[in-house]
């Protein structure tokens, strides 16, 4: 098994400044998503994750935490998150929590279909969920993405993402 580094983003969301704008394709919003989405956002960060090489040989050992975090943020919340949607079909999320005690706000991080990235949406939606987080009330935002994939190189250092390696328990194989 490949050992597999992570790192810790921290956003001080009181600097969080007005970022670049990012022109959505033709036909995209990206709104607040609701409880009737719930299975339908997990299936889009589920392929996000699986779909992408990077992730594709250590989503087995998030999957189950990831799980547990998506459901336990719509169980807490009616809108615990953003959507990215193309006409009717949702193409990206992002689910967070704004819990003082949470160790990783970004629970999924900004998670965009293949077929749809390299256009700065994930960028606009990492600046879109943060935002959120400080309206929110958070005053250090926290997200964890592993080290070498596009998320830790291109994306959460936006913004003044301060990044930090971590160790995080292995999780429990079945």
Known sequence: MKLVQWMRFTWDLEKLG?????KLPVNTVVRP???REAEAVQHVIFNSFTLDSDWAESFGRIRE?????VRRAFA????????LVHGPRIVGASIFTDSAMAENHLISGPCI?????N?????????KSLSLLKQGGVKKATGLTRRGVPAE?????KFGGEAEAVDLPAPVEH
């Open 33 to 35: 998503v609701n409880r």
């Open 18 to 22: 007005e970022p670049a704008t990012t």
């Open 65 to 69: 935490a990831l799980v547990e975090g």
């Open 153 to 157: 190189k291109f994306v959460y250092p």
């Open 113 to 117: 279909l293949l077929e749809y990235r």
């Open 119 to 127: 256009r700065g949406l994930g960028t606009d939606m990492l600046y």
């Open 76 to 83: 807490d919340h009616d809108s615990p998150g953003l959507v």
